[in-house]
């Protein structure tokens, strides 16, 4: 298996733009994540889905973000419009299971 | 305060030196450990994974969980060079999904 695909692995752009990232989670798994991660404040879990479903939002910083699944295969998190702040690195993570979770080489956004 | 708490280091060791890495928690319902390696510019790895209180082996890798003090430790034998990365601890709660992650502790081991 390939494992968790994210794309793009690098943005770049500028604030007031709007960023989409996708993800492709494996082939079979049930759950899927979306991660921030920066120095300040670690891993962050921002959605989480089950069988296509948003079971957890909590994590969503504020309006300017959404997320969709619209199939097993394919997720994708949306930041309308971008900020400087929103800078990070973004992790897709799939599993069978909650507690077992495979992460995607990540996405390493820069809003300037 | 945070729910779990780890210090983000760098901690730097030799070469052959055993490492014991920490988290401490507050939330005492956490009833599943991991700990999940992260190198330079990668995703997070899962490591190990343990169950309520107790030790968990897996070769040169060491799990150890104590609920009383809600505490727990990954122990690393014969460290090396490519055990260089960030160590995260996860937790979560039976019956809540989401795993609650530690900061990391950032590991290099000295040649």
């Known amino acids: 298996d390939a494992g968790v695909i994210q794309s793009p692995r690098h943005e770049v752009t500028e604030m007031g733009q709007e960023v989409t990232l996708r993800c492709k989670p494996i082939?079979?798994?049930?759950?899927l994540f979306w991660y921030r991660q920066t120095m300040m404040r670690g891993l962050e879990l921002l959605i989480y889905f089950n069988n296509n479903v948003p079971i957890d939002d909590s994590g969503m910083p504020e309006d300017r973000f959404s997320a969709k699944m619209p199939n097993a295969s394919f997720s994708t998190l949306k930041i309308q419009p971008s900020e400087p702040r929103d800078s990070a690195v973004y992790f897709c993570?799939?599993?069978?299971?909650?507690?077992?979770?495979?992460f995607g080489p990540g996405t390493r956004l820069t809003v300037l | 305060q945070k729910e779990v708490e780890q210090d983000p280091g760098p901690l730097s060791v030799p070469e052959g030196a055993i490492v014991s890495l920490n988290c401490t928690y507050s939330n005492s319902a956490f009833q599943y450990f991991m700990w999940y390696r992260q190198y330079s510019r990668k995703g997070p790895e899962l490591l190990m994974y343990t169950y309520s209180s107790g030790n968990k082996e897996d070769g040169r890798f060491t799990a150890q969980v104590d609920k009383s003090s809600k505490y727990i430790s990954l122990f690393i034998r014969d460290s090396q060079p490519s055990d260089s990365a960030t160590y995260l601890c996860a937790m979560s709660n039976f019956g809540n999904e989401k795993l609650t992650f530690g900061t990391g502790t950032r590991l290099t081991i000295i040649p």
């Open positions: 082939s079979g798994h049930d759950y």
């Open positions: 993570a799939s599993g069978t299971r909650t507690d077992t979770q495979y």
